[in-house]
């Protein structure tokens, strides 16, 4: 069964504690991103990855970092610098090309 | 930059069609998509249409676009209430990630 894993789904963390999300998939797409939602702002690119081993920053990258190491995984870690780090997260993949995008479940989290 | 543009709220009774708006900017884009998202959950791919398109029907749902003005619309026919969401507009040219609109969100009164 195909398709874009994240985990966990609620996630609460301290503030000024780095914490790290999941993304995991086996559809073998090439391409990875992360997104964050906020209410009424819509989708907003943080990272994205066309290849193994090399990723790009998007619009809000400051406070993020990512690693792609295998091609089914695109880890992300909030880090203590993300100023408002409270939002649900989005993870996605398309095939070669930037096009078609496929998204996970999200994983809201809650900085307390 | 691209941009995206769509109305942030939609509310229609039930059994009526739906119609959602999105304009962007960028005319090299090659895909136009539109998503569905439900409270709580990842964006669901409903439908997309190529730029050289003008209209495409996928049962209930009918794709318009209009590439001189750089419109799209998204007709729900026969609005159900499971259909309440936010509906996203998104282009792409295939060399940068899509561009995604802010969201419509769609209300079905019963």
């Known amino acids: 069964d195909g398709g874009i894993t994240q985990s966990p789904k609620y996630l609460f963390r301290k503030e000024g504690q780095n914490v790290t999300l999941s993304c995991e998939q086996n559809?073998?797409?090439?391409?990875m991103y992360w997104y964050r939602q906020d209410p009424g702002q819509g989708l907003r690119l943080i990272y994205y990855?066309?290849?193994?081993?090399?990723?790009q920053k998007g619009d809000i990258a400051e406070g993020y970092s990512v690693s792609r190491e295998k091609k089914e995984s695109f880890p992300l870690t909030v880090t203590s610098a993300q100023k408002n780090p409270t939002a649900f997260y989005l993870c996605?993949?398309?095939?070669?090309?930037?096009?078609?995008?496929?998204f996970g479940p999200g994983t809201r989290l809650t900085v307390l | 930059g691209e941009d995206v543009e769509q109305s942030l709220f939609l509310s229609v009774r039930e059994g009526d069609s739906s119609v959602i708006n999105c304009t962007y900017t960028?005319?090299?884009?090659?895909?136009l998509y539109w998503y569905k998202q439900e409270p709580g959950a990842g964006l669901q791919l409903l439908t997309y249409i190529f730029s050289n398109m003008d209209m495409k029907q996928d049962q209930r749902l009918t794709v318009l676009l209009n590439k001189k003005d750089k419109h799209l619309s998204l007709r729900i026919a026969d609005t159900q209430t499971g259909d309440s969401a936010i509906y996203f507009c998104?282009?792409?040219?295939?060399?940068?990630?899509?561009?995604f609109g802010k969201g419509t969100r769609l209300s079905v009164i019963a």
């Open positions: 998104a282009e792409g040219s295939g060399n940068t990630p899509l561009v």
């Open positions: 960028d005319s090299s884009s090659t895909y």
């Open positions: 990855s066309q290849i193994v081993n090399d990723f």
């Open positions: 559809l073998n797409h090439d391409a």
């Open positions: 996605a993949s398309s095939r070669g090309g930037l096009n078609e995008q496929f």
